[in-house]
DNA sequence: CGCGTCGTTGACACGGCTCAAGCTTAGTGG
DNA sequence: CCACTAAGCTTGAGCCGTGTCAACGACGCG
């Protein structure tokens, strides 16, 4: 029998003051202030849910070009060459949205694959409130364009990680650009989180092989900067991760700051 | 004196049909059906251009955060390692936005520098017609959304490039997608096209050292791909170029289906 | 117990980088 | 009109980071 609750989701997001969507609420919130009403839509979204097992395709069939949001578990949005080469262009972690909100039209340029057994619920609702300028739930929708161009920034990064960092940094920088995901999820502590990737999966998300990830990993373990066993990431040396790395520590350039009237933020990202 | 007529524009822009924004009215109208209204709009923008030489960031100061649109010439949108090393995300042409539509604060997470002498023109009324839903400008609004979700596709190539493909494979497929959008925007022949960058530029655009990329752009010479003298590219074997680089010739993947009413769609995408 | 998936290790090959020098072209000033 | 310069392009030699191939080990599941 298949299980479903997958080993990389902690009880945070399970049973978390938010219910089922409570990796998404959080992000949320951090990123603009949330009404009631807000909050309650977002809780709403949970009774809608659908189970995906790991290696299929998320979206598929009649509701293809509906987005939806990850309740649980991880997925990759990837791309395959014809000659079966893969990249992972980047990774869905709890609170994020498959496909797009802003879907216009079958836009299939690439696809969204679980990596482990996962929880999706629809999000169209979610679609309509970014689309429709409805001022009562401006917050929201601030909340859910700074999203979206958060993860434009999560391309650049692993643009510039494929493109000009070593090995060695790019699976430092993807270490701490998980871990910083996952605190805003509520899904890490300070300094672990859950990481159910193998080192092929890894591979191909740094454009590497699965023989020289799994030696890079040895190396950054040597050199006391993390560890990792059985799909559990330990930081163990924070700032010099992000000097090998050239981490830029979340200045005011990543977030952006917001008006005065919807102030409300945390530190995540 | 500096002449802000880049060398790279062809006069078509310069005295197209649609006067200053040609390119991007061009690029709109073959993703949506556009109004007169629309239209009227868009040659509008043309108005309030400001020049900017080569080498410069374009968005500076107080008016950083607002969006402007590209008028002639090209710009790179790029990112810095501590240690000087450079990535170029993605080359800003004619009739693209620089900066983001959606911006709703400071996001400053890479630089808009011109690689060329540029002109741009503001384009904030561009950035309010996507965020009010105005039914008026629904085409627009739409044809919109849907750059943003070009510019999206455009970043997953990048990333696919520099991950899993070969440099003469890159070299390649990034030629084929500045024809491709150098078509769209009325700027390239079926097999020529004016590409004003030097080999250093390509270089941080593919993630490759100068030298290699000079010794790849032989090789593609030699097996009559392509030519690229004086800034001027000229495409010799176009399919088999496709072939190399694994393009995936605009399928309806691509270029979302539009809903019937508004079905006006070119092949440009 | 046997099989499959994932991780680990060693030996070797090669794509792409670095360094260094020379070349070409266009612009500049005398 | 021609030297001089700077930027960009080209070429060769050698090195190194990363890939490939192949084998083996560890773990979990049926």
Chains 1, 2 share one sequence.
């Not at 869905?92 to 996962?118: F, H, K, R």
């Not at 799994?214 to 006391?224: E, F």
Request: glycine letters at 8%.
């Amino acid at each position: 029998m298949l299980t479903f609750l997958s080993p990389a989701m902690p009880s945070v997001a399970r049973s978390g003051k938010f219910g089922e969507c409570g990796a998404l609420i959080s992000r949320l919130s951090a990123l603009s202030k949330l009404s009631a009403d807000d909050i309650h839509l977002l809780k709403g979204l949970g009774r809608f849910t659908k189970q995906h097992s790991a290696r299929t395709e998320i979206l598929t069939g009649e509701e293809r070009f509906k987005p939806r949001i990850l309740v649980s578990g991880w997925a990759s949005q990837q791309r395959l060459l014809s000659d079966g080469r893969r990249q992972i262009v980047n990774f869905l972690l709890p609170g994020d949205i498959v496909g797009s909100l802003e879907q216009l039209g079958p836009v299939l340029d690439c696809e969204s694959v679980a990596l482990t057994n996962v929880v999706t619920a629809d999000a169209s609702t979610l679609a309509t409130t970014v689309e429709k300028g409805d001022f009562r739930r401006a917050g929201l929708a601030r909340a859910l364009r700074l999203m979206g161009q958060q993860e434009t920034a999560l391309m650049r990064d692993q643009i510039v990680r494929l493109g000009r960092q070593t090995a060695y940094e790019r699976l430092v920088h993807l270490m701490l650009e998980l871990h910083c995901r996952l605190q805003a999820a509520g899904l890490a502590t300070e300094y672990d989180f859950a990481m159910p990737l193998t080192q092929d999966i890894l591979a191909d998300a740094l454009g590497l092989s699965i023989v020289h990830v799994n030696r890079t990993l040895q190396q950054a373990r040597r050199d006391g900067l993390l560890e990792i066993r059985s799909g559990q990431v330990k930081i163990i040396d924070l700032k010099l991760m992000q000097t090998v790395a050239d981490w830029v520590s979340v200045p005011s350039s990543r977030i952006p700051a917001l008006p005065v009237e919807l102030r409300n933020i945390g530190k995540a990202w």
